[in-house]
């Protein structure tokens, strides 16, 4: 049933996975949170990984929780979680697969009719929400903490409120942004763009500061 649901799971994420593998992040942390199968903080290594190297995030990520799941469920079974990768890869993929096969039985005939033009006009928009959420998604793995500024204004009532308030938004926005993790990723970003290293160096780089500086 495990790898059944595997299959599943991805497959609804395929399904919604227009404007590339960055618009699968929203719904890869919701899988997150309500199968438990892997943490937030693995999503955001493998975010990390997947813009660093070959592969999309949602291909790798499938393949990965896939494995993860096979060979904890099945007693640490290789071979398992060798079968739940290639599971939930393909659940993920079949979509795309279908998707496409229907569209090149259909395209010539609809090619110039408004309303296919009218669907892909609204896909484009949607796609541009998922992508910006999936950017907010990764902001939020990384450089930013809303949590953290909300609780800023958690001590302001109606008796107070002129005279704490301008403090609060000051605190808050002091919360809002982790400035060691900023700092990191503007540092590299100026070193990516000045002198075009290989991304493995990068990846070392930043896993070393972040160990010396415990991020």
């Known amino acids: 049933m495990v790898l059944l649901r595997l299959f599943f799971e991805f ?7 227009f404007g590339g593998g ?9 899988l997150s949170e309500t199968t438990g199968w892997f943490t937030q903080e693995q999503l955001g290594n493998m975010v990390a990984i997947s813009e660093s190297t070959p592969g999309a995030i949602g ?3 499938s393949t990965y929780v896939g494995y993860l799941v096979g060979f904890q469920q099945f007693g640490g079974n290789v071979a398992m979680g060798f079968v739940g990768g290639v599971i939930a890869t ?3 993929v079949c979509p795309s697969i279908m ?14 009719s408004k309303y296919v033009e009218w669907g892909f006009y609204g896909l ?5 929400g998922l992508i910006g959420a999936a950017a907010y998604s990764v902001l939020e793995l990384s450089v930013i903490r809303p949590d953290e500024a909300q609780k800023a204004f958690s001590g302001i009532t109606g008796a107070n409120f002129w005279t ?4 609060s938004i000051s605190n808050a926005i002091v919360a809002f942004f982790d400035f060691k993790c900023l700092a990191l990723a503007f540092f590299l970003g100026i070193l990516i763009f000045k002198f075009k290293l290989h991304p493995i160096f990068y990846i070392v780089l930043a896993a070393v500061i972040g160990i010396v500086f415990q991020f």
């Open 11 to 17: 497959f609804k994420i395929g399904i919604c996975a």
């Open 22 to 30: 960055l618009a699968t992040l929203p719904f890869l942390q919701e």
């Open 59 to 61: 291909i790798n990520m």
């Open 90 to 92: 393909l659940g993920l």
């Open 99 to 112: 998707v496409i096969l229907i569209i090149c039985q259909f395209l010539n005939k609809f090619k110039t």
């Open 124 to 128: 484009r928009a949607a796609s541009l």
């Open 164 to 167: 704490e308030i301008w403090g």
